[in-house]
């Protein structure tokens, strides 16, 4: 058996054009372009990749994008200022701060000052709160669009074993809470786990998300069964690659994303998603 491929960039594309279409009618009908604000602090460099792509998704979904590239000696207090000016901006429906952010800025801080109606990356407490509670408002990008993936391959999660392996606050946890809305039987795994081919040899779904290639071998994955892939990682020879071993896997799973191609097109294009909606909401002058 050899799996279906997930063609998540061509997926992604459709979104996007939809998105412009919405937008497009908006401006017809006198209102204005919504407006992501991105803010880059520091010159990590694959933050600097993802977020140039970011802003060349807004520019293919006709979404007004601010750049805010601040260097890294750039003081909390400074960034907070940033963030409250673009909170009250009404020019501004999304507010992205690009993570990690450096040592010397808490993150936790600076995601409770965004708007929660305008974080698109749906990281606030009250969004992921929101979540939680099975009443989501804005949902975190990547999980969101893992979801997209799902129900485009027309496998519904509800009774299936669902694992995820990786528990952060981006990706692992509001995954989980994802599938466990959808109806899905779930088992996060992580650093504790101990074991993992039990719990990946048992999953109809399987979302890995830890960062480190071949974490998931191959013939663990449980056959006809759907593999999402969320791994970013640049192999020896400066290929990408996903954290799962994607030659073994697509010989037994039925469905499964590529790295790149996968995951990563449909997290910026739920970012569009998220921004346009944020903007649906608001007064537009
Ligand atoms: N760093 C890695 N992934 C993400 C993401 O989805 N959003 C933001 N803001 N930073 C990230």
Known sequence: MTAQLI???AIAAEFKAEIRGQVEEMLARGLRRPG???IMVGDNPASAV???????ACAESGLLSVAHDLPYSTTQGELVQLIESLNRDAAIDGILVQLPLPQHIEQSLIIEK???TKDVDGFHPFNVGRLALR???IRPCTPYGVTKLIEH???SPKGRHCVVVGASNIVGRPMALELLLMGGTVTVCHRF???LEPYVMSADILVVAVGRPGIVRGEWVKPGSVVIDVGMNRAADGKLVGDVDFDGARKRAGWITPVPGGVGPMTVAMLMKNTLEASAG???A
């Open 193 to 195: 786990t101990g074991d």
């Open 50 to 56: 993802y977020v140039r792509n970011k802003r060349k």
């Open 114 to 116: 965004i708007d929660p």
């Open 135 to 137: 009443v989501p408002l």
């Open 36 to 38: 992501l604000a991105v």
């Open 153 to 155: 391959v027309g496998i």
């Open 7 to 9: 063609d998540g960039t």
């Open 282 to 284: 608001r007064v537009h």
